[in-house]
């Protein structure tokens, strides 16, 4: 099982939050969840978050929390690459409401979210205890890749990289300040549900690389949107130990519809913190079942 260390209470406390929670996981050590003593914030950082490393942060979406197939695969997947500083983000107070309702609590997520890299990043530390912003990469789902966006944006510092699993579209139109290609030194978004009347996700192009998986839309062995939609974290998850996850440019979005793209590629998800891609349109093709990429 995984060591879930509970870093919310004193956070809470400082900030006056008291709807975002933030679980760290670590390597397997013990059967318990450990609580971090956070009695010294903001002059320390938790003893169980590792300083100079990539810290990744999971962020669930719509109807969901921290404990959602969404943050305990990928956590899973994580830990196996020896990944040591894994948060996820639970929202589920106000994610749990009707879909519009929650959509509109977006905004506050994301600033309580701003607070809290900021309180990573600034914490009082010499050397190597200080935790880098350009290590800090955001993984959101559905409406927590907006969350994700947003509260970059309007961080101190702007973090490494985001990555968009299928972010929503219903309600977060170009105009909505929605997740943006500007909002992180590299943001890839990757669209799995991106058409049709009941559609989860954006079907354009809203990042620096935007991958669309089998076209979009339609995933092999799906038969329902929220099937097409949740391919997204799964693919993400398949995608942190397997060499065969790959995304080929195309250069225009009429080449990605009719699977006409080039040889040029890139690392498809994964958690490289930033990529050199050659254009902004990709393409990958999966599978219907897990390993996707096989």
């Known amino acids: 099982m995984l060591k879930l260390a509970i870093i919310f209470a004193a956070f809470s406390v400082c900030y006056g939050q008291h709807d975002n929670r933030y679980f760290l996981y670590t390597a397997p050590n013990d059967a318990k969840a450990l609580a971090i003593d956070l009695t010294t914030i903001p002059t320390a950082l938790p003893t169980d978050l590792v300083p100079s490393k990539e810290v990744i942060i999971l962020i669930h979406g719509y109807d969901e929390e921290y404990k959602s197939p969404f943050n ?9 690459k020896n990944i040591p500083n894994i948060i996820a983000l639970d929202w589920s107070v106000r994610a749990g409401n009707s879909y519009p309702l929650a959509s509109r609590q977006v905004t506050e997520v994301a600033k309580q979210l701003t ?26 789902f559905n409406l927590g890749a907006h969350v994700a966006g947003m509260a970059s944006r309007n961080a101190k510092n ?3 990289r985001i990555t968009g699993l299928d972010p929503s579209g219903s309600g977060w139109g170009s105009r909505s300040g929605r997740l943006d290609k500007t909002d ?28 669309f998986v089998n076209g979009g839309s339609n995933q092999p ?6 099937c097409s939609h949740n391919r997204a974290w799964e693919l993400f998850a398949d995608s942190i130990d397997s060499t065969r996850a790959l995304a080929y440019e195309c250069r225009t979005m009429t080449q990605m519809k009719l699977n006409n793209c080039g040889t ?12 050199t891609p050659n254009g902004m349109i990709y393409r990958t093709n999966t599978g219907r079942r897990h390993p996707f990429f096989s």
């Open 221 to 226: 062995g799906c038969f329902s949107h929220s």
């Open 264 to 275: 040029a590629y890139i690392p498809f998800g994964g958690t490289l913190l930033k990529k």
């Open 158 to 160: 702007r973090v490494g």
């Open 115 to 140: 607070k809290f890299i900021d309180w990573l990043t600034d914490i009082p530390a010499t050397g190597d205890k200080l935790i880098d912003v350009k290590e800090i990469h955001l993984v959101g």
């Open 184 to 211: 992180a030194d590299y943001v890839e978004v990757i669209h799995t549900d991106g058409s049709g009347l009941l559609a989860n996700g954006i079907g354009t192009n809203i990042g620096d690389v935007d991958i």
């Open 72 to 80: 305990l695969r990928v956590s899973e997947e994580l830990l196996k």
